[in-house]
């Protein structure tokens, strides 16, 4: 890779669309992008319309590389790439490779069989990676952020940049369903709150102007 690639690692659960819209509004910026699919569960394999393999797949301008769990990044023809997105989901077989990222993406919702793999996976990190928290489809009642953040303790692992609250959304579920059923999915109907946060992703860590960053969210929204 080269020293001027970014980097950026997704950790935990229901990430999936959170990648493929940040590739889309990168791609559109006119970055070269790779996302590698290094997760156990491989579920970018399924918004990405071919079997999975371990060769590299073009989808729309942008490289995927899926069924690479065991493969070291060192294996994978990575050179050309201004920008990596790494979905790690929480394989134990990932550590020395999240001390390449720039930012590494805590994503769970509450569900209790997300949070403590997630939990297990952070406490091994052997490094205070600069990180943002997210947490999804918060519902009413007794199970809210503050105690989900209690069982991740993400701050006490890495160096935490920024937190995200999303409740749980119908229209920003079923948009988020269709990343896996469209070949080119839209995501207009987004909540304000998500949309806040991908441009706040790409202005902060990738330091891009943000009209322009508005612009291109804006062509990536309608299938761009």
């Not at 819209?21 to 559109?28: A, E, K, T």
């Not at 134990?92 to 793999?117: A, G, Q, W």
Request: with cysteine.
């Amino acid at each position: 890779m080269s020293i001027n690639t970014t980097i950026i690692g997704f950790t935990g659960f229901c990430k999936s669309d959170i990648i493929l819209y940040l590739s889309r509004i990168l791609y559109i910026f006119g970055e070269k992008i790779a996302v590698i699919d290094k997760s156990n569960e491989q579920e970018l394999s399924f918004s990405v319309p071919a079997q999975t393999s371990e060769d590299r797949l073009e989808y729309r301008g942008v490289d995927f590389y899926l069924g690479c769990q065991n493969t070291p990044l060192s294996n994978l023809p990575l050179n050309d790439y201004s920008v990596i997105l790494i979905d790690f989901g929480v394989n134990s077989e990932t550590y020395e490779e999240v001390k390449l990222l720039k930012v590494l993406f805590i994503v769970t919702d509450c569900n209790r069989h997300h949070t403590i793999p997630l939990s297990l996976w952070l406490k091994n990190l052997s490094t205070g990676i600069d990180s943002i928290r997210i947490i999804r489809d918060i519902a009413h009642g007794k199970i809210r952020p503050r105690y989900i953040d209690s069982l991740l303790q993400a701050g006490q692992f890495t160096n935490l940049l920024a937190k995200y609250e999303f409740p749980l959304n119908d229209v920003e579920y079923s948009t988020r369903l269709l990343t896996q059923y469209d070949d080119i999915f839209k995501f207009t109907k987004i909540p304000i709150d998500y949309r806040n946060m991908l441009v706040e992703c790409i202005t902060e860590i990738l330091d891009k102007d943000r009209r322009k960053t508005l612009k291109a969210l804006n062509k990536a929204q309608i299938g761009g």
